[in-house]
């Protein structure tokens, strides 16, 4: 992967570590690995990170800026269907941009204790906000649930988000050997989408059949109901 030479060294550690550690698995990747992917030196590299945890630990920093930046409310105006669309589509994309911390995430927990500290609080400012979106949909008119129904369909949400790559493994669907792909992170869109459905309302009920649409059929559990006994 080649990297505009105008970005500062720092910044090159964190973009080709992320790259490791989605194609290959953070536990696969040594900062001897990173280093050499850059051509630098590990000394060059340790005079920016003292050690991998630091690296993990600036990458979730970024991701956890970035996601809530992209959950924010709009100041000026009710939420319409293009907002929902959105929400789901930025969340699966930083599901993909950062796959590792999801795939790896119980790893991360046992070994690293800022991340162990950093998740959990993560974990919580993005469901905060989650409860905020939707309250703002009902509001809106476009979703009609209560309270509970609101805290119980978010925390549904976030285990289908960050287990969903743990699901793929365990069906099956990826391997060491057979890495995740794109698609499959619009099927764990489609399986959030489907969780919204009985709460729609209105011009949101045809937006959802649109984008279910638009994401097309799945074959997961046809795969996961033909598989036989050997």
């Known amino acids: 992967m080649s990297l505009p030479k105008a970005l500062k ?16 698995g953070e536990r696969s990747v040594t900062t001897n690995h ?17 050690n991998k945890h630091e690296i993990i630990k600036e990458l979730m920093h970024q991701y956890q800026v970035e996601t ?6 709009p100041e000026d105006r009710p939420l319409t269907t293009n907002d929902k669309i ?10 993909w941009n950062y796959r ?22 993560f974990a919580g400012q993005v469901m905060q906000q989650g409860q905020r979106i939707y309250q703002a949909f009902v509001d809106a ?18 285990i289908v988000l960050t287990n969903w790559t743990n699901f793929l493994y365990m069906s099956g669907h ?19 989408v489907f969780l919204e459905g009985p709460y729609l309302m209105g011009e949101s009920r045809a937006t959802y059949e649109q ?11 046809a795969s996961l109901s033909s598989l036989k006994d050997e």
């Open 34 to 50: 990173i280093a050499a992917e850059l051509g630098i030196s590990p000394g060059n590299l340790y005079y920016h990170f003292r």
């Open 211 to 221: 984008l279910l649409e638009s994401l097309g059929p799945s074959d997961l559990f």
């Open 86 to 95: 959105n929400y789901f589509q930025v969340l699966s994309g930083q599901l």
């Open 100 to 121: 590792f911390i999801h795939r790896d995430v119980y790893h991360l927990v046992e070994s690293n204790e800022d991340f162990k500290k950093i998740y959990p609080r």
């Open 68 to 73: 809530l930046e992209m959950l924010s409310l």
């Open 141 to 158: 008119g476009l979703m009609k649930m209560t309270p509970s129904e609101i805290e119980a369909l978010i925390i549904n949400l976030w």
């Open 9 to 24: 060294t720092k910044d090159r550690i964190l973009q080709i570590s992320l790259q490791l550690f989605n194609e290959r």
């Open 174 to 192: 990826i391997s060491d050997n057979n890495h995740l792909e794109e698609k499959w992170v619009w099927q764990a869109l489609r399986q959030m």
